[in-house]
């Protein structure tokens, strides 16, 4: 019977990682399992119990660490307008500190300086900085640390 609640609680915890995508839960649902092979090899439920701590504090602290750089692991997703900030852009209308157009990933976006003074002129290349109300704020188009073009 011991064997059937902790293969559940296994089941129960891999599931929920599903949703969490943290990698947090898998390794409890890990402690589980192998306190399930406790149970089914005879062990009483202190027993059982300890082998779920020890397995899920070993995993949590020796494996985890290394599926989530296998996995690249960053606990931030950048989503939505989040995504944009450090990619290149095309300048299809004059930029400047009031009003201009940008191509990005074939998009088109309003655009205005960082720079009050700074004109961006037609095709020039430019680096997104920040998204401020559906209007990119653009600089020039050598930022250091910015991979490859996004247009």
Do not use: C, K, N, Y
């Amino acid at each position: 019977m011991d064997v059937l609640l902790w293969i559940i609680a296994a089941v129960a915890l891999a599931t929920a990682e599903i949703f969490t995508t943290t990698l947090f839960l898998l390794m409890f649902s890990a402690g589980a399992l192998a306190a399930a092979a406790a149970a089914g090899l005879g062990a009483p439920v202190p027993v059982q119990g300890g082998v779920f701590v020890v397995i899920s504090a070993l995993t949590l602290v020796a494996v985890r660490p290394a599926l989530r750089r296998h996995l690249g692991g960053d606990d931030v997703v950048r989503m939505g307008t989040a995504t944009m900030r450090g990619a290149s852009a095309v300048v299809v209308e004059q930029v400047d500190a009031e009003h201009g157009m940008v191509r990005v990933d074939g998009e088109l976006w309003q655009a205005r300086a960082v720079d009050g003074g700074d004109v961006h002129a037609l095709d020039e290349r430019v680096r997104i900085v920040d998204v401020s109300d559906g209007t990119v704020l653009v600089w020039r188009d050598d930022l250091p640390g910015v991979d490859g073009p996004r247009i």
